[in-house]
């Protein structure tokens, strides 16, 4: 059975930092797109940041460019969410996904995407 683990989140003052992890159990995704996306109490899913199978390619949510950088260790088959300057607004869950279709580009709809862990909560105190 595959399943995504996501770990890092936690409880950080407004400013702080926070590195989020996600490794799948079951199966590799080193040849499959990666995402992140978060959700708020009372909130859709949003996307967050998304990074092609190679590393080569990064897309993010306008809100969290400049503070938030997605990156991958295929050989550690992890993907990564380091998160600066963190604001009260960024509290969420936040969830890892991946991306089966080998589409060209990175994808931003939940809907895109096939498998999903079961989150990490971050919350930002201000």
């Known amino acids: 059975q595959v399943q995504l683990v996501e770990s890092g989140g936690g409880l950080v003052q407004a400013g702080g930092s926070l590195r989020l992890s996600c490794a799948p159990s079951g199966r590799t995704f080193r040849s499959y797109d990666m995402g992140w996306f978060r959700q708020a109490p009372g909130k859709e899913r949003e996307f967050v940041a998304a990074i092609s199978w190679s590393g080569g390619s990064t897309y993010y949510l306008d809100s969290v460019k400049g503070r938030f950088t997605i990156s991958r260790d295929n050989a550690k088959n992890t993907v990564y969410l380091q998160m600066n300057s963190l604001k009260p607004e960024d509290t969420a869950v936040y969830y890892c996904?991946?991306?089966?279709?080998?589409?060209?580009?990175?994808?931003?709809?939940?809907?895109?995407?096939?498998?999903w862990g079961q989150g990490t909560q971050v919350t930002v105190s201000s």
């Open positions: 996904a991946v991306d089966l279709s080998r589409k060209t580009a990175l994808l931003r709809s939940p809907d895109e995407y096939d498998y």
